[in-house]
């Protein structure tokens, strides 16, 4: 099958490698020149703007940064859905408001194609090895059509309805917790630190305890490494928090932990920290308290 992957950002590479295992023929879309190479190194076809996509490609996966970025890869100047065959499917797979996924698929819709809203989760190790979670909802003709997608590149496929709108609210439940507990564990080891707890044997201790989770496990060990490269930036979740809160306010439904962890990510990407792992929101406390992190942090 033709597929084209937008965005080979940590989360779409282990994508467009995924399927290039499952034999596919992969079309990734970058501006940036190292991602592109290093799908083409993997065997892939790699080009810097949507437009420059083969024609009649069976299924797209968008995962670019927001909603605007996927209206804009799909139907902008430089789109690429005149590249899409008739009855193709659109994968998105971008974090948004579920009224901006609703918006979304009826324009893929109308064009013809597709729609599958279905966002992913899983983080880039387990992109990489084709086991990611997708919540999706769409047609029963569009899970038909990504089939052979979602076979390549998930572990677990959530089928949530055929309403577009009910996989995004779900990411947002996610994104929800996920901020949240990364807040929460960089809060918890900052505090360890100051207390003048030895960061790794805390690390070890908690990892086997109660107060341990999927998201301390996971990032703490970036904090212990000094090691900021983004597998997912501090700005991925001033996006996606706010998307928490702004359906939030919609709702009349208070989120106070929510807000709190927003306004920590916010004040880690306002010291500059924006592009760095969302882990180092843990800088907030290291230039309130003074604290050392690991090698430097």
Known sequence: ??????GLGSMGMGVALSLLRAGHAVFGCDLRE????????????????????????????????????AEEVLFGAEGCAPRLKPGAVVISSVTMAPEAARALAARIEESG?????APISGGSARAREGALSVMASGSPA???????????????????????GVGSTV???????????????????????????????????????AGSSWMWQNRVPHILAGDDTPHSAVNIFVKDLGIVLDQARALT??????????????AASASGHGGRDDAFVIRVWQALTGIALPHGG
């Open 1 to 6: 099958m033709q597929v084209g992957v937008i």
């Open 171 to 209: 990411k947002m439940v996610n994104q929800l917790l996920a901020g949240v507990h990364i807040a929460a564990a960089a809060e918890a080891l900052a505090l360890g630190i100051r207390a003048g707890a030895d960061p790794e044997t805390l690390f070890e201790v908690i990892s086997a305890s």
């Open 253 to 266: 439904f208070p989120l106070p932990l929510a807000s709190a962890a927003h306004q920590l990510f916010l």
């Open 113 to 117: 194609f597709l729609p599958l809203d």
């Open 34 to 69: 190292p991602a592109r190479a290093e799908l083409q190194a993997a065997g892939g076809t790699a080009v810097a703007r949507p437009a420059l996509l083969p024609a009649d490609l069976g299924a797209v996966v968008l995962l670019v940064v927001n909603a605007a970025q």
């Open 142 to 164: 569009a899970f038909a059509a990504a089939e052979p997608v979602l076979a390549a590149i998930a572990q677990k496929v959530w089928r949530l309805g055929e309403a577009a």
